[in-house]
Nanobody, 123 residues
């Protein structure tokens, strides 16, 4: 599975962005999907995950209530809706797929990664 993330950009604090993740080759079918982010000098950290059907989600405490992950399996696309953005949300955001069908926050379980999309939030 080859993943392509898009939708990043620069916004002011309080603004919104929607990230998308598509499969340029292969399919998401049966895969759990996740979003991670990495700020300069920091390790890559879990943001949100969704199970294979879309019926279960998981969020990092820092984004819960502000971000929403969703998926459309018919279109082979996963979204991350980000609202009430803060400067601390500034990072490169990566989508990832795991053969584990559940919504997992365990980074090492993810087998496939997209190239990342930059999100910059200014105060």
């Amino acid at each position: 599975v080859q993943l392509q993330a898009s939708g990043g950009g620069s916004v002011q604090a309080g603004g919104s962005l929607r990230l998308s993740c598509t499969a340029s080759r292969g399919t998401f079918e049966g895969h759990g999907m996740g979003w991670f982010r990495q700020a300069p000098g920091n390790e890559r950290k879990f943001v949100a995950a969704i199970n294979w059907s879309g019926g279960s989600t998981r969020y990092a405490d820092s984004v819960r209530g502000r971000f929403t992950i969703s998926r459309d399996n018919a279109k082979n696309i996963v979204f991350l809706q980000m609202n009430s953005l803060k400067p601390d949300d500034t990072a490169v955001y990566y989508c990832a797929a795991t053969t584990v069908p559940a919504a997992t926050d365990y980074r090492l379980s993810y087998d496939y990664w997209g190239q990342g999309t930059q999100v910059t939030v200014s105060s």
